[in-house]
C-alpha cells in the first residue's frame, strides 16, 4: 500500500514560523501531484499549495507571499514552510498525493491522516 504522513505540526504564536513535513512510502509508478490541504473547525477542506511532477507550483490567495511548498525527493518528500501565522492559519493540514500506480494508471488520491496547526497568543 502507499502511505502518506504528515508532521510538524504544534502551537505557535501570531507571526510564527512552522514547517510540515510529508512523507510518502510504498509502491507506485509516479506520483503526479503532491499538495497541501486544511480543514479549519466547521469549515470545507481547502488546497492551500500545490505542486507537480514539472515543478508547477499554486498557492491560496490567502497563503500567497507567507507559505512555500518545496520538494527535495528525499526521506519526506514534500515540505510547506509557513511564514507569518495568523490565528486564520489554525486548522488541521493533511498532504495529498495524487498517485499514479502503474504506467497506464489507475491514478489514486492517497491522504494522510493530518496534522494539527494552531496558530495563538
Known amino acids: 500500500q502507499v502511505h502518506v504522513v504528515e508532521s510538524g505540526g504544534g502551537l505557535v504564536q501570531p507571526g510564527g514560523s512552522l514547517t510540515l513535513s510529508c512523507e510518502v512510502s510504498?509502491?507506485?509508478?509516479?506520483?503526479?501531484?503532491m499538495g497541501w490541504y486544511r480543514q479549519a473547525p466547521g469549515k470545507e477542506r481547502e488546497l492551500v499549495a500545490s505542486?507537480?511532477?514539472?515543478?508547477?507550483?499554486n498557492y491560496a490567495d490567502s497563503v500567497k507571499g507567507r507559505f512555500t511548498i518545496a520538494r527535495d525527493y528525499a526521506k519526506s518528500p514534500v515540505y510547506l514552510r509557513m511564514n507569518i501565522l495568523k490565528p486564520e492559519d489554525t486548522a488541521v493540514y493533511y498532504c495529498?498525493?495524487?498517485?499514479?500506480?502503474?504506467?497506464?494508471?489507475?491514478?489514486?488520491?492517497?491522504w494522510g491522516r493530518g496534522t494539527q496547526v494552531t496558530v495563538s497568543s
Open positions: 495529498n498525493a495524487r498517485i499514479m500506480l502503474g504506467q497506464s494508471g489507475p491514478v489514486n488520491d492517497s
Open positions: 510504498g509502491s507506485f509508478f509516479d506520483i503526479i501531484v
Open positions: 505542486i507537480n511532477r514539472g515543478g508547477s507550483i
